[in-house]
């Protein structure tokens, strides 16, 4: 069962144009959500993140939304680069009784800036 | 080190054979996460390291998997019997402990078997 989903596999944006990230999720206790970027051959980077009471978290051309109702959550970046081609990972922090215990993923998005 | 390295970078394997994976995680950095990534799949959670101890193995995806960590710094990943499905890209991480920004990844390791 996918706690994490991201429906689409690629989007391809316009340079300058805003580029938006959708990641849906099934588990009601995930209060915490990240974002990572993954640049081929190297492992993801830590992009932005978003606790659960808070809806909108901004941070330079990046802004995540959360909408707790709709269990959805989108990373918005204003204006898309040619440099963010990348894959973006939607991720959400599991809990054991000892703690947090690893992120469960999304499959990723990739994001394909064009000229 | 600067960073979390990972090596070898790539490794070709014969079906049957067994491989090690090599994870040298951020000096201090208590925590360490295994993960694989196969071809057009996320990122699957494999095991987690705090300190010496795994408190969670469920991740691993069969008994022939197996990992461990020693003096709290790094860590080996080893496959044995290795079947052609465990083809994918083994990623580590380390954290202070927690789960958010201070989760730094490895290049990861990409495994081949043939």
Redesign the interface.
């Known amino acids: 069962d996918q706690q994490?989903k991201?429906n689409s596999p690629s989007l391809s944006v316009q340079e300058g144009r805003i580029s938006i990230l959708n990641c849906d999720y099934t588990n009601s206790m995930f209060d915490?959500f990240?974002w990572?970027k993954k640049y081929p051959?190297?492992?993801?980077?830590?992009l932005i993140?978003i606790s659960s009471i808070k809806d909108k978290n901004e941070d330079g051309r990046f802004t995540v939304f959360l909408n707790k109702s709709a269990k959805h959550l989108s990373l918005h970046i204003v204006p898309s680069q040619p440099g963010d081609s990348a894959v973006y990972?939607c991720?959400a922090?599991?809990y054991?009784g000892?703690?947090?215990?690893?992120?469960?993923?999304?499959?990723?998005t990739h994001l394909i800036i064009q000229p | 080190g600067a960073g979390v390295s990972q090596s070898p970078s790539n490794k070709v394997t014969e079906k049957g054979k067994d491989v090690e994976l090599r994870c040298d995680p951020i000096s201090g950095h208590t925590a360490l996460y295994w993960y694989r990534q196969s071809l057009g799949q996320g990122l699957e959670f494999l095991i987690y390291f705090q300190g010496n101890s795994a408190p969670d193995k469920s991740g691993l995806p069969s008994d022939r998997f197996s990992a461990e960590r020693t003096g709290g710094s790094v860590s080996t990943l080893t496959i044995q019997r290795t079947q052609q499905e465990d083809s994918a890209v083994y990623l580590c991480a380390s954290s202070l402990g927690g789960v958010g920004y201070g989760y730094t990844f490895g290049s990861g390791t990409r495994l081949t078997v043939v």
């Open positions: 994490v991201q915490y990240l990572y051959a190297e492992g993801p980077t830590f993140s990972f991720a922090p599991t054991s000892g703690g947090a215990d690893g992120l469960t993923f999304g499959k990723g």
